[in-house]
């Protein structure tokens, strides 16, 4: 999936532009190429979750 470019303030239009453009990479897949395609993200995307998991964890204010 190409790069969204998204603001600074992070606005509801960039939820839309990011729910469009996962659209627009998903529509033409069928059920295997999408589970495949899941499959093959999941792991970074758990990693980038536990990172920041840890993160939080230490932050005391």
Same mark, same amino acid.
């Given at each position: *999936?190409?790069?969204? %470019? ?6 509801? #239009? %960039?939820?839309?532009?990011? /729910? $469009?453009?996962?659209? #627009?990479?998903?529509?033409? *897949?069928?059920? #295997? #190429?999408?589970? $495949? %395609? ?14 920041? /998991? $840890? ?7």
């Amino acid at each position: *999936m190409e790069k969204v %470019d998204i603001s600074k303030d992070f606005t509801v #239009e %960039d939820i839309h532009k990011i /729910r $469009e453009a996962h659209y #627009e990479k998903i529509k033409g *897949m069928s059920q #295997e #190429e999408l589970l $495949e %395609d899941l499959n093959k993200i999941s792991p970074e995307v758990q990693s980038i979750i536990l990172s920041l /998991r $840890e993160k939080r964890e230490k932050y005391q204010p």
